[in-house]
C-alpha cells in the first residue's frame, strides 16, 4: 500500500513538473511574440506604416506569385498584392502587428521619388504624408501614420563621381557630395517630428551592365578607376552608417536606416545586384533577394521602433 501511495505521489509530481514546464514554455512563446509583433501594438493600436515606393518597393512588399495588381493607368501602379519578386514583406509586416499602407506612381505624394526630391516632399507635404492612406485617399480620423518609410530606385545608384562639398540637395546630378546633402537636409525636418519614426532603405543595387568586346577593352585600360557602383558602396554605406554616416551627431531616435542595397550586394561581396533578374541584365531584385531583404527588415524595424518615446 505504502509502494502504491509513493507511486502516485510520484505521478503527481511528474504531472505538476510538466505542467510546470508547459507553461514556461507558453509564457515563453507570448514573451518572443512580443518581442517580433507587440512592439507595434504596445499602445494598444497597431502602428500605421506608410511606404513610398516604386516598382523595387511595390515588388518587396508584395507576396510571391503571379503578377497581380500595380498596372499602369489603374491608379495603383506599382501597388502589387502578389509579383514574380516578390518578398512577402507586407505579410510579413501585418504578421508583427504593422498596419500598413502605401503612396507609388499614380498619386500626389508617391510621385518624385529620386534622392534630389525628398527635401522638397518632406518639407511641404509633411501633414498629407502622415495623413495618407493608399494613393491620394485619407484617413478619415485622428490617427496618422506614426513610421514612414521611404525609398529611391536604382537609378539613384548611378553616380557619376563624387562631387563636390558640401553639395547641392536639389540637384538632379547624381554625386556622392550631393546624395548626401539631400538626405543631411532631411534631418532638420525629422526633427520637428519626433512622434514619428522616418525609415530611410538604400536604393536597390544596378545589374552589371553586359560589356561588348570593345567595352571590355576600355574597362582594361581604365582598371583601377572607380565605377559608378563603387560610388553607389560609399554612398549607401556612408547613409547606413550611424556612427560615423548621415546620423552622427543626430539628437533623436526617429530616424533610422535600412541597407536594401547591402542585403541585395550580399554584404559587400560585390557592388552590383547580386539577385538581378532577366537574366543578369534587369535590376529589378529577384524573389530570393526580396525574401532576404524581407526577412532583414522586420527586425530592423522592431528595432528601430523600440527606441520611440511611445513604444516604451
Known sequence: MSGTRSL????????????MFACADEEGRGTMDDQTSGVAG??????????????????????PG????????SGERCIYESHPNGGGLRSRLAAAGYEVHEASYESVVGADTDIEHWRTKFSTMMDRILATDRQDETYNDARRNRIVVFKSCYPNNDFVGP?????????????????????????????ERPDVLFLAVTAPPRAEPKKGAKAKLGSLLKKGELQ?????????????????GWLAG?????????????VLTKQGETNWAAYATGGGSDSHPSRNGNAAAAEAFVPALDAAVSRMAWSQ
Open 66 to 73: 503571379k503578377k497581380t495588381g500595380g498596372a499602369s493607368g
Open 8 to 19: 502516485a505521489m510520484f505521478c503527481t509530481v511528474l504531472v505538476m513538473i510538466v505542467a
Open 250 to 262: 543626430y539628437g533623436f531616435p526617429n530616424v533610422a536606416v535600412f541597407d536594401y542595397y547591402d
Open 228 to 244: 559608378p557602383a563603387d560610388w553607389a558602396r560609399e554612398f549607401n554605406t556612408w547613409l547606413a552608417d550611424a556612427e560615423a
Open 163 to 191: 562631387g563636390t562639398s558640401p553639395g547641392d540637395p536639389d540637384s538632379p546630378e547624381r554625386t556622392v557630395a550631393n546624395a548626401q546633402a539631400a538626405y543631411r537636409s532631411l534631418l532638420p525636418i525629422f526633427a
Open 42 to 63: 504596445r499602445d494598444g493600436e497597431a502602428l500605421r506604416l506608410l511606404f513610398i515606393h516604386h516598382s523595387c518597393g511595390g515588388q518587396l512588399l508584395a507576396d
